[in-house]
């Protein structure tokens, strides 16, 4: 008859390095989801769409799951023949604290100064735009968002997605706003919070694209409905996922030699930056 061999408990050590195992998956985790960027709506010359698709009548009907503000500065002009991106940006919850994120810091590109904040940063102050009165860093916000519904072809009404699996697992889209439409963002949360006493991922959001005299086109927002009960759980961890993952960085800025001085490249600028979204 064989005999059974004894149970060893888990040690005190063992456990508490599991524990600590545990915590630091977590930390390696959240590391790499801020690292791996998004895919962004497009506003480009006033036309909303998704991969490059159009959406019908310039809007679309979403939560939104989260918001964080961006501080964002580009050198020079846009060209759309040579998209770029930004050489120094930010994020944060509070203007006051908001610095230049890691990637900008360690490539060497702030532009703030000593200071090592956006707050007194040359290029945060109004006139130093290339054109107009404007600030050359934009503030804005980027936003996190996920579908919602949709609006009848025929009828324009909305109507609701009532599947929770459909929020717990559609990908999230981000968008950042135009400055122009900043300030509207800021009195549509706060007409939310004051009226239907909730945060905008509480609730089902219109947002559509208008034609705007002074800035050519503006994004704005109108609350639709709150979101049922019913489906609060699964948005509100696509909320927290949101928050852990909106400020994710811009690609850095990268040198690359200039190419031959009679080829048609060596007349555009030679840094090799990403995409510039609208």
């Not at 195992?21 to 010359?45: C, D, H, I, P, Y």
């Not at 960085?249 to 930056?273: C, D, G, I, L, T």
Request: proline share 9%.
């Amino acid at each position: 008859m064989a005999t059974k061999k004894p149970i060893i408990p888990k040690t005190t050590a063992i456990v508490k390095w599991d524990e600590e195992l545990a915590r630091q998956a977590e930390v390696a985790a959240g590391m790499e989801a801020n690292t791996g960027g998004g895919q962004f709506f497009s506003t480009k010359s006033g036309v909303l769409s998704w991969q490059d698709a159009p959406l019908p009548s310039n809007q679309m009907a979403v939560v939104i799951l989260d918001s964080v503000l961006e501080n964002v500065y580009y050198e020079g002009r846009y060209d759309p023949e040579t998209p770029q991106g930004p050489v120094c940006f930010a994020f944060g919850r509070e203007e006051k604290t908001m610095a230049p994120h890691s990637v900008v810091t360690e490539a060497g590109n702030q532009q703030c100064g000593a200071s090592g904040l956006c707050a007194g940063c040359p290029m945060n102050e109004f006139g130093t735009a290339e054109t107009g009165k404007g600030k050359a860093c934009r503030n804005t916000r980027r936003l996190a968002m996920i579908p919602a519904g949709s609006f009848n072809n025929q009828t324009g009404k909305f109507e609701l997605n009532e599947d929770p699996e459909h929020y717990a697992s559609t990908g999230i889209g981000f968008m950042k706003l135009p400055v122009m439409s900043v300030k509207g963002y800021a009195s549509f949360v706060k007409q939310v919070a004051g009226a239907l006493k909730r945060p905008p991922f509480g609730i089902v959001t219109k947002v559509k694209i208008v034609p705007d005299p002074k800035s050519q086109f503006r994004v704005v927002f109108e609350p639709i409905m709150s979101l049922p009960d019913e489906l609060m759980e699964a948005v509100m961890a696509r909320h927290k996922e949101a928050v852990s993952t909106i400020d994710f960085p811009y690609a850095p800025f990268e040198e690359q030699e200039a190419p031959p001085p009679h080829s048609r490249a060596a007349q555009k600028p030679v840094a090799k930056k990403a995409a510039r979204k609208y």
